[in-house]
């Protein structure tokens, strides 16, 4: 378990923090802010396994929490994006012959790139709940089994 910690904890601090300085450099302070946040989760999550390593059960609630403030984030995010849509960027990626075989399939580029930005961030929504709350129950369910296992040593 604590490998499978170490793993998801600093790949998340490592990702979301490539993707803040990205958002930041690229002048998206709410990207940027995310990323920090996101990456902060990671942390968290390192933080509990470095418990756990020196014998601390406590260390099962940072890893709990870890996962829950990330899916709580990563939601809100996705959550603010749907409702507030930035989709100027990707207009200018809709090239000539794509907009032509958009009209011929009956879709409008406004029509298109919307359907694309919606599922884009709904599907990240559905992931995240299944990932992270899958891994905040992995957690939470090897909390006493964890517990016992410290009091043995």
Known sequence: MLRVARLDGMSVLVIAGVFALISALAGDAVGAVVGLLVAGAGAVELHGATLLEHGEPRGMKWLVGSQLFL???????????????????????????????????????DEFIRFIYN??????????????????????????????ALGEL
């Not at 984030?73 to 960027?89: D, G, N, Q």
């Not at 599922?119 to 909390?143: E, I, K, P």
């Open 71 to 109: 899916l709580a984030t990563v939601i809100s995010y996705c959550a603010l994006r749907l409702l507030h849509p930035a989709v100027e960027p990707l207009r200018a990626a809709v090239t000539d012959e794509m907009k032509t075989q958009l009209e011929a399939a009956g879709w409008s580029q």
């Open 119 to 148: 599922t884009t961030y709904y599907a990240v929504a559905v992931v995240t709940l299944f990932y992270q709350g899958g891994m905040a129950l992995y957690y939470f369910r090897r909390r006493e089994p964890v517990a016992r």
